[in-house]
C-alpha cells in the first residue's frame, strides 16, 4: 500500500500541469456549485459609484460600466456555463455512443446508413451545425447546449463505432455468445465496458471545446439574456469597453482558456495512461 | 484513377444533397418561427390577426405540407436558389455571394498565416536540439486550440489598436483591417496543422528509410527538410480540406468581433431574425467549399502518394478523434 502511496505521489510529481489543471476544474467546479463562498457582491446589481474601477484587492477582476464586480460575475456564471457544457457533452456521449454501439454492433445496412449521415454531420462546421440548431430552437442557454451537443454527435459515433469493432471479435464476446448470453448481455456486459475507455477520454476532450463553442455562441448573443452572468457574453459586454477597460474582456476570457486547457491536458493524460 | 474520380464526384454530390436536406429538417421541421419574428416578435405577433400571420405564411410557403416544401426547396436549391429573404426580401444567395469576398480575403490570408504558424512551430520544434525550446514550440499547438478565438481577436485589437495604435480595430477599410482578423481566424487553424505536422514528422523521423538517408551521409537539414518533410506533409494536405471548411465558419466569431461586413455578418443577422433561406444558404455554402477542397485534395492525393485507395480526408478526421 505505501509502495503504491509512493509511487502515485512519484507520478503526480512529475506532472506539475496536470495537478493544476485539476486544482484549475476543482475550482471552478466549486464556483458552480456554491458561489457564495467565493465573493459577497451581487452578480447581477452594482454599485453605480464603483463603475469601471481597474482591478484591485477589493475587486480582484476589476468592475464594470454599472459598477457591478466582474470577478462575482465569473463566479457566478460559472454554474450556468458549466451546466451547459456538461448537458452538451452528456447529449453527444449518450446519443452519438448509442448511434456508434448499434451501427457497429449490428452492421450490414444500417451501419452503412448511420455512418453516411454522421458523415455528413462532418461536412457541416460544427459551429455553423450549431446556429442552424440555434435559428431552429430558439435562443438560450439550454437550446444552445442542445445545438453544441448535436454538432458534436458523430464524433463520438464514428470513435464508439471503431471501438466497438474492435472489441467484437474478441475471444471472450465469442466465448460469452457460445455460452448463451442474450445479445444485449453481450453488449452491455462485454463489448460496451471494453470500448468505453477512448470513448470517455473523447468525453473529456469534449468539455472543454463544448466550453469554447458554448462561450462562443453566448459570445454571438445567443444565450442568456442580460444581465444572467454566463461566461461568453461577459466576454461581449466588455466589447464597448475595449479602450477604457481592459479587465472586463481580458480576465473573464482568461478563466474561460484556462478551464478549457485543463481539460484538455486531463483528457492528454488521461489517453497517456490507457497507453501506458 | 477515372473511376477513382468518378467515384469521389458522386460521392461530393451525395455529400452536398444531404447537407442540404439535413439543414432543411434542423430549419424547417422544428418549431422557431420566421415570420412571428419578422412581424415583431413576441407581443406586437399577438396583436396581429390569425388571417394576417396565415397570409404572410403563405406568402414564404410556409403553410405547404413538409414535402411539398422540400421539393420546391430542393429544386430551386439545383439552380443555387435558396428563396428569398424574410428579413430582407432579397434572394438568399445573392445576399451571401456579395458578402463573399471581404470573408474570402481574410480566410484567405489566415490559412497563408496557419501553414506559416502551425508549420514553423512545428518544424522548428523538431527540428531543434534544445530540449526545452522544443518543448516549448511544440506545446504552442495545443495552446492555441484551447484559446476563445473572440477573446484572441479582442485581446489582440487592445495591444494593436489602442496601446500600440498600428492597425485599425474595426471595419473593411483597406489591407491594413486585414492583418488583425486573419491572424486571429489563424491561431486556431495553425494550431490543428502544428499538431498533425509534428505528429506526422515524428512517425517519419522514426522510419528505416530515414536511417538509410543518415547512413548515406546526409546532414540534419537535409534529412528533415528533404526527405520527412515531403512525405510528412500528405496528412498535412488533407487537413487544410478540413480546416478550410472552418475557416468560413470562424469568420462568424471573427467579423462580429472586428465588425466587417462579410458572409459571417451576414449569418448572425439571419439567425437572430431566423431567417431560414440566409441561414441554409450559407451552410450549404460550406458544405459546397468542404466538399470541393476535398474534392481537389483527394484527386491530388494519388498523385503525392500512390498507395492511397481509401478515403484520406475520413481517415485523418479519425486519427484526429484518436489523438
Not at chain 1, 471503431?162 to 467484437?168: C, I, Q
Not at chain 1, 445479445?183 to 473523447?202: D, E, F, Q, S
Not at chain 2, 497563408?112 to 506545446?139: E, H, I, P, Q
Not at chain 2, 500528405?234 to 472552418?246: C, E, F, R, Y
Request: hydrophobic share 55%; proline share 5%; glycine share 10%.
Amino acid at each position: 500500500m505505501a509502495e503504491l502511496i509512493a509511487v502515485r505521489t512519484g507520478f503526480v510529481l512529475r506532472r506539475p500541469g496536470l495537478v493544476l489543471a485539476t486544482l484549475v476544474l476543482l475550482l471552478v467546479l466549486a464556483w458552480a456549485l456554491a458561489p457564495g463562498l467565493f465573493t459577497h457582491y451581487d452578480p447581477l446589481s452594482g454599485v453605480p459609484r464603483q463603475k469601471l474601477q481597474a482591478p484591485s484587492a477589493a475587486h480582484l477582476f476589476g468592475t464594470d460600466e454599472t459598477g457591478r464586480d466582474v470577478f462575482a460575475r465569473v463566479v457566478h456564471g460559472a454554474g450556468l456555463s458549466l451546466r451547459a457544457a456538461v448537458s452538451a457533452v452528456l447529449i453527444s456521449l449518450v446519443a452519438g455512443s448509442a448511434l456508434g454501439l448499434i451501427a457497429g454492433a449490428r452492421g450490414g445496412w444500417l451501419d452503412a446508413v448511420l455512418m453516411r449521415f454522421m458523415d455528413v454531420l462532418l461536412a457541416v462546421p460544427p459551429i455553423l451545425l450549431s446556429l442552424a440548431l440555434v435559428t431552429g430552437l430558439g435562443f438560450g442557454t439550454t437550446k444552445v447546449a442542445i445545438a453544441v451537443g448535436v454538432a458534436n454527435v458523430a464524433n463520438f459515433a464514428r470513435l464508439m463505432r471503431a471501438e466497438v469493432l474492435r472489441v467484437r471479435t474478441g475471444v471472450y464476446v465469442e466465448a460469452a455468445r457460445a455460452g448463451g448470453v442474450r445479445w444485449y448481455g453481450v453488449l452491455t456486459r462485454h463489448i460496451l465496458p471494453n470500448a468505453a475507455g477512448p470513448v470517455l477520454v473523447l468525453a473529456v476532450l469534449t468539455f472543454g471545446t463544448a466550453v469554447l463553442e458554448i462561450s462562443a455562441l453566448s459570445f454571438l448573443g445567443y444565450g442568456a439574456a442580460p444581465p444572467t452572468p454566463e461566461w461568453g457574453s461577459l466576454v461581449a459586454g466588455g466589447r464597448s469597453y475595449l479602450a477604457s477597460a481592459w479587465w472586463m474582456t481580458t480576465l473573464p476570457g482568461l478563466v474561460i482558456a484556462a478551464v478549457v486547457l485543463s481539460a484538455n491536458r486531463i483528457s492528454r493524460a488521461l489517453e497517456g495512461e490507457r497507453h501506458d | 484513377m477515372r473511376s477513382y474520380a468518378l467515384r469521389r464526384v458522386l460521392q461530393a454530390v451525395v455529400v452536398l444533397w444531404a447537407a442540404f436536406t439535413l439543414s432543411f429538417v434542423i430549419l424547417y421541421l422544428l418549431p422557431g418561427d420566421a415570420v412571428l419574428a419578422k412581424l415583431g416578435g413576441g407581443d406586437t405577433a399577438t396583436a396581429l390577426t390569425p388571417e394576417q400571420i396565415a397570409q404572410a405564411r403563405a406568402e414564404y410557403g410556409l403553410d405547404d405540407p413538409w414535402f411539398v416544401q422540400y421539393g420546391k426547396r430542393l429544386a430551386g436549391a439545383l439552380h443555387a436558389d435558396f428563396g428569398r429573404s424574410i428579413a430582407t426580401g432579397d434572394s438568399a444567395t445573392h445576399m451571401v455571394l456579395t458578402a463573399l469576398p471581404p470573408t474570402l480575403a481574410v480566410a484567405g490570408l489566415g490559412l497563408v498565416l496557419a501553414l506559416l504558424f502551425g508549420g514553423g512551430a512545428a518544424l522548428a520544434g523538431t527540428y531543434t536540439r534544445a530540449k526545452w525550446l522544443g518543448n516549448l514550440l511544440l506545446s504552442l499547438p495545443p495552446l492555441g486550440i484551447s484559446l476563445p478565438v473572440f477573446w484572441v481577436g479582442l485581446v489582440l485589437v487592445q495591444i494593436f489598436s489602442f496601446q500600440l495604435r498600428v492597425l485599425p480595430a474595426l471595419g473593411n477599410n483597406g489591407p491594413q483591417s486585414l492583418i488583425l482578423p486573419a491572424i486571429t481566424l489563424a491561431l486556431p487553424t495553425g494550431a490543428v496543422i502544428g499538431q498533425v505536422l509534428a505528429k506526422s514528422l515524428r512517425t517519419q523521423l522514426a522510419e528505416p528509410y530515414i536511417e538509410t538517408v543518415r547512413a548515406k551521409g546526409a546532414g540534419r537539414g537535409r534529412v528533415h527538410f528533404g526527405h520527412a518533410l515531403r512525405n510528412a506533409a500528405i496528412p498535412v494536405l488533407t487537413m487544410v480540406g478540413v480546416v478550410a471548411g472552418q475557416l468560413l465558419a470562424g469568420s462568424v466569431v471573427t467579423e462580429t468581433v472586428f465588425s466587417r461586413d462579410g458572409v459571417g455578418r451576414v449569418t448572425t443577422a439571419a439567425v437572430n431574425a431566423q431567417d431560414i433561406p440566409v441561414v441554409q444558404a450559407v451552410i450549404v455554402l460550406a458544405a459546397f467549399f468542404f466538399v470541393v477542397i476535398n474534392l481537389a485534395v483527394d484527386l491530388i492525393y494519388p498523385l503525392l502518394d500512390p498507395r492511397v485507395r481509401c478515403d484520406p480526408a475520413v481517415r485523418v478526421r479519425k486519427e484526429l478523434v484518436h489523438g
